[in-house]
């Protein structure tokens, strides 16, 4: 989960790294009681790097030229994202810019300090000089001023920056970041350092440990739907643009999420991220077109069968995941691939039975193709009559008959 | 590292369902489950497995234990493996999906100075077909035979035994490492010891987009394996959007000790497959093929 940038400076105040006087904007008029001296900086607060670049950040002298900047600034969407708020800060004069982060590498599968002389806008120039620091065992102090030195900074610099990589990299462990990045670090003709710009990541698997972090991601300030944070919010998790989620169930449950692959007019249901991927794989070798996938997740499900607690959820939850594939107006077959969970496969017939029975009102058709690794063929195809359930006892089959019966109905 | 059937194995969070359903799997496939461990719940019988608070009082009554499979939550993952550890079991397989990537590493840290070996987290385990059962592979899909299969996913390993088992070519052991980018052992380390496993003659290597490891471990197969090695990699036609959700930044994918440009795609990976001469599967069923021609060579 991606934070905006005054939510990630937000956290650099509480861990004390140093940030200018800013203030959160929700609408233009919001500008008349702007509590910063001009001149400032107004800077969108959307997700999408090169903000610069795409005219998200403007500088004003004065309430007029302000409120006409903020005005482009929140008609202007940036990778596809409106910014709901924007920040206003104090206009900075750095002597230097560096370049800081931390993230965590998964080949040394430690996390890594990284430093840069040369910070700023230009990518190029700041990898040239990048500097990096795995942080092998617990963390000390020395592992920052080892990257002070890599960079090549001297004097007073060396405590006051190491000092910084330092809180960063203790917000990285206490919050479960997959990155803490500052670029640039402004340092100005007096040695004084400041963030004047943020960007943390939270892990997704961490984040439901961090309700504080749930909280802040889902409270708009400013937006038109007031929603607060509440014991409710704390259930849900963030939206990807990619992707849409729904149905999130209790705490520590991953919600379904289907993944957008193309135009065409094939949803793929599998359990198991890798299989999934791979079935869609096979379907594009066919010459099929996919429209969409969704992975099951079914590991989840074994919890919850047979408890006390709610019964049974597998039929809520593939009616769930077959709802989310047939959002989409295109779908008109889906292949169905779930290995290794079904002991008897009349169990998983019977599901998409019911579901089909459930959805008869339904204005579009979908035929479904199911993979089964056993069963007895012609007794299934007896249970399901004149529904469009087709099955197949092999996946190269499977794929083979989805993939026609899409040609077919074009 | 003893993975023998006589091996004895703890499973730490017992009383869940799939836990439950693990252990009696494993038990019928005969293998030496002597303990569970659920704190709270010592003391009764599960099944006919005893359970205890602690791990250490489990040792202290079953004697030393080679292997603890863990299926708690996802938050608890940690210090279980830690109480493991503490307790002087050199194995450890973590089923359970969703723990922290910095709770992974705080994990590797000590399972590295301490050679414990981990596996996982987000795994099924290890199967040696008619041998033994260390996690959730169904069993359905396996038989005995020469091949070792080394994978990141779960239930893709399944399609790929299942396939492998249709054709008569049996399993000498599959692992599955574990889904996540950051894992307890990596492809590197069961590429070793299925290359020094004498039951083992080709090996299966299943990659998926994301992270850079089946680029290393190509590079490590034209270096230092010596039996053949066929890949599978999906995800070729997967949006990217998934590859990026790791990389954080262009600088810190970039700088990345990946160093690679455009590592973590599919296509990444199957080019440095190719360029160490390992030939790649076009799709679960032509793995078959490919094995059946660098057997036939020796």
Redesign the interface.
């Known amino acids: 989960m991606d934070l905006l940038e005054y939510q990630a400076k937000n956290l650099f105040r509480e861990m004390g790294i140093p940030i200018l006087p800013s203030q959160t904007i929700g609408t233009p008029k919001d500008l008349k009681g702007l509590k910063i001296p001009y001149p400032v900086v107004l800077k969108s607060q959307v997700r999408a ?1 090169g903000r610069g670049r795409a005219g998200g950040i403007k500088f004003a002298g004065n309430t007029i030229d302000a409120v006409a900047a903020a005005q482009t600034i929140f008609a202007l969407p940036i990778m596809n994202e409106y910014p709901e708020v924007i920040l206003a800060e104090a206009k900075y004069d750095a002597n230097q810019e560096l ?1 800081l ?1 931390v ?10 300090l ?1 430093g840069s002389k040369q910070g700023g806008i230009d ?1 190029e120039a ?2 040239e000089q ?1 500097q ?1 620091v ?1 942080v092998g ?2 963390f000390s102090p020395f592992y920052a001023r080892r990257l002070m030195i890599q960079m090549g900074l001297e004097g007073k610099l060396i405590h006051a920056v190491s000092n910084i990589v330092e809180r960063m990299y203790q917000l990285f ?1 206490e919050k ?1 970041l ?2 803490i ?1 500052i ?1 640039p670090l402004g340092i100005s003709l007096g040695g004084e350092v400041m963030a004047l710009d943020g ?1 943390i ?1 939270v ?1 997704d ?2 984040l ?2 961090h309700p504080e972090l749930l909280a802040v991601v889902n409270y708009h300030p400013h937006a038109e739907i007031k929603t607060k944070p509440t014991a409710a919010c704390l259930e849900t998790s963030s939206n ?1 643009p ?2 849409s989620l729904a149905y999130a169930d209790k705490i ?1 449950r ?1 919600p379904l999420s289907v ?3 193309g135009t065409g007019n094939m949803g793929i249901l ?6 999934t ?2 079935t ?3 379907v ?2 066919e010459k099929g077109k ?1 429209a969409n996938c969704l992975n099951l997740r079914l ?2 499900c ?6 006390t607690e709610g019964g049974d959820i597998l039929p809520e939850r593939i009616d769930q995941a077959l709802d989310l594939l047939i959002e989409n107006q295109q779908l008109k077959v889906i292949l169905v691939n779930i ?2 969970y079904f002991p008897e496969p009349i169990v998983l017939i019977n599901l998409l039975i019911d579901y089909l029975k459930k959805n008869q009102r339904s204005p579009r058709p979908i035929k479904f193709v199911v993979r089964l ?1 056993d069963g007895n063929t012609a007794e299934i195809q007896k249970l399901v009559g004149d529904l469009p359930i087709d099955v197949a006892l ?3 089959e499977a794929v083979h008959k989805a993939v026609s019966l899409a040609k077919a109905r074009d | 590292m003893n993975l023998t059937p006589n091996s004895k194995v703890i499973i730490q969070g017992i009383t ?3 836990s439950t ?1 693990t252990a009696f799997t494993m038990k019928s496939y005969n293998t030496n489950v002597v303990a569970g461990i659920s704190p709270g719940e010592g003391g009764q019988a599960w099944g006919n497995i005893p359970v205890f608070d602690l791990v250490e009082q489990a040792i202290a009554q079953v004697g030393i234990v080679d292997t603890s499979i863990i299926l708690v ?3 608890a993952v940690l210090d279980a493996a830690n109480e493991a550890i503490a307790a002087g079991i050199k194995q450890i397989i973590i089923v359970t ?9 705080s994990l ?2 000590k399972a590295e100075a301490t050679e414990t070996l981990v596996v996982g987290p987000n795994c099924a385990g290890i199967i040696m077909p008619g041998k033994l059962l260390l996690g959730t592979h ?1 069993t ?2 396996y038989t005995p035979g020469k091949i070792g299969i080394i ?9 790929v035994a ?1 396939e492998l088992t249709q054709a008569k070519l049996g399993q000498s052991i599959a692992v599955s490492i574990g ?1 996540d ?2 894992v307890g052992s990596s492809f590197l380390q069961w590429l070793e010891i299925l290359d020094e496993d004498e039951h083992t003659e080709a090996i299966v290597l ?1 990659g ?2 994301g ?3 089946e680029e ?1 471990a190509a590079s490590y197969i034209a270096e230092a394996i010596d039996k053949p090695v066929i890949a599978y990699v ?6 990217s ?2 590859v990026m959700s ?1 990389a ?5 994918s ?5 160093q690679l440009v455009g590592a973590g795609t599919a296509a990444s990976k199957i080019a440095a497959f190719k360029a160490a001469d390992i030939p790649v599967a ?4 032509a793995i078959r093929g490919l094995l059946k021609k660098v057997l036939g060579k020796k």
């Open positions: 790097g370049y982060a993230f965590l590498d998964p080949v040394a599968r430690r996390p890594v990284l990518v700041t990898m990048m990096q795995i065992q617990e462990v479960d997959d990155l990045e670029n960007k990541s892990n698997q961490a439901q440990r990807k990619t992707v520590n991953q993944v957008s692959i599998g359990n198991g991220e890798g299989l991927m791979a869609v794989d096979l594009v070798q996919p590991a989840d074994i919890d919850r069968v047979n408890t290995l290794g690794v092999s996946l190269d | 869940n369902t799939l359903h939550p996802p938050y999906e969703g723990m922290p990537p910095l709770d992974v590493v590797v840290r169904p359905q899909f994978s990141r996913s779960n239930t893709l390993t399944y399609e299942w889904c980018l950051i299943i998926e987009v992270g850079g490891s290393a999906a995800g070729v036609h997967t949006p959007a998934r790791h954080g930044s262009l600088m810190t970039r700088a990345s000790s990946q076009d799709c679960p069923s």
